[in-house]
């Protein structure tokens, strides 16, 4: 473990009160560092009130707070604060995408397209889209390490394309898509880029202009901050024309009984009052994690992926491994062992102090492709060790030869 991260495992109270728990679920919800967990409570001690409506002092520290975690989120993926707009989650970023440009711009036989690792929440609002508009859902094919076959795109990207919506990293493969590239070839013909960084934003430095992305969208509970919070970055200049997801109060300019207008970004797209705390606890979230440095808790994962699939390679052949093996590839290992359904394994391995996740992980087109109906994933974050992934291997071998009359 690099030594900037030896002791990080003290700042999670969760990690401390259960020492033998080895959490390899980070990719579906992080565990908190006490600075998140202290932020949440600090403001519900010292500032809870009403934001932008109090003409009080309690009101403006409150607001005034608000719109500083709205400053630190902006400073964490590169952006301007007046392009974040804080949602409660990823999917609700994307549905929100969807329904206020997909509904407004797109026609009978436009085109949407998809990469097929895409996790649920970027694709479902793009079938309701479709089945309202006219629109069609197509996909991008992979190559069968799980890569995206890059040369289809000539053929894919038309005139009729008007959506191209993909995953920054994939949150079964850990496939790291060149979002960049795709960007450029996309934009060219005119199409709008929504990338889903649920899996990237938590895990390396992003900075949104340079993936040439028109709309990012990631979660703070995947970032060590807390649930029901998450952010949508979008252009400005696309925001400044794209109309309301939600109506109601706070997203207002003026309100009569037979019409209303609505005020610019970002209060147009938050309405009702916000996830004030959460927002606080997502910032003190993104300031640690910049502290202890987005690059380094890359590398951290990468050397921690290595070992666990080299351990697996060599100890245990009757486990199947999905996903490319080269550096483009986050810390998340899906797998199968044997004919054991994926479940099983998890119970089992659950019970023996191992968090893992099992199923299709809200990706059912990429296991339909993957030609599995679930695996075990462990994924790894910036408080896994060494110790963990031995300890994982270990139990895993004892899995095998508890059902070894069943592989």
Request: proline share 5%.
């Amino acid at each position: 473990m690099p030594k900037a991260l030896e002791n990080l495992r003290q700042d999670f109270p969760l990690l401390a009160r259960y020492p033998e728990l080895v959490y390899l679920n980070s990719a579906a919800t992080s565990q908190k560092p006490l600075r998140v967990i202290e932020a949440l409570a600090r403001y519900y001690k010292e500032q809870n009130a009403s934001i932008h409506r109090g003409a009080y002092t309690l009101s403006a520290q409150a607001s005034e707070a608000y719109e500083e975690a709205r400053r630190t989120l902006a400073r964490f993926i590169g952006a301007q604060a007046h392009e974040v707009i804080f949602v409660r989650n990823t999917t609700e970023a994307l549905n929100l995408v969807a329904y206020a440009w997909g509904l407004r711009n797109l026609r009978e036989g436009d085109v949407i397209l998809l990469s097929e690792m895409e996790h649920h929440a970027n694709l479902v609002p793009w079938h309701l889209v479709a089945e309202r508009t006219g629109a069609v859902v197509r996909g991008i094919p992979l190559h069968p390490e799980g890569r995206l076959d890059l040369s289809s795109l000539k053929d894919l990207l038309t005139e009729r394309v008007r959506v191209v919506g993909l995953t920054h990293v994939s949150n079964v493969l850990g496939t790291v898509n060149p979002v960049a590239q795709v960007a450029q070839v996309a934009r060219a013909v005119g199409a709008l880029v929504v990338v889903d960084g649920a899996q990237s934003a938590p895990h390396m430095p992003v900075r949104v202009r340079e993936l040439g992305a028109d709309f990012y969208a990631f979660s703070g509970h995947k970032m060590l901050g807390p649930t029901g919070i998450g952010v949508l970055w979008g252009r400005a200049e696309i925001l400044q024309n794209l109309p309301p997801f939600l109506g109601g109060g706070g997203m207002i300019g003026e309100v009569y009984l037979d019409r209303s207008t609505y005020a610019a970004p970002p209060a147009r797209f938050e309405a009702g009052t916000p996830a004030v705390a959460e927002a606080i606890g997502l910032a003190a979230a993104a300031e640690y994690l910049m502290e202890v440095g987005l690059n380094r808790v890359w590398q951290h994962e990468q050397e921690l992926l290595q070992y666990a699939l080299k351990r697996l390679d060599e100890e245990l052949p009757e486990v199947r491994t999905f996903g490319p093996r080269g550096a483009d590839r986050g810390g998340v290992i899906p797998f199968t062992l044997g004919h054991l359904h994926a479940h099983d394994v998890a119970t089992a391995l659950d019970q023996q102090g191992i968090a893992v996740r099992a199923g299709h992980h809200c990706a059912q087109p990429l296991h339909r492709w993957l030609g599995v109906p679930a695996t075990v994933r462990a994924s790894f974050y910036i408080y896994t060790t060494h110790e963990d992934i031995d300890r994982f291997i270990e139990a895993l071998k004892k899995v095998r030869d508890f059902f070894k009359d069943w592989l």
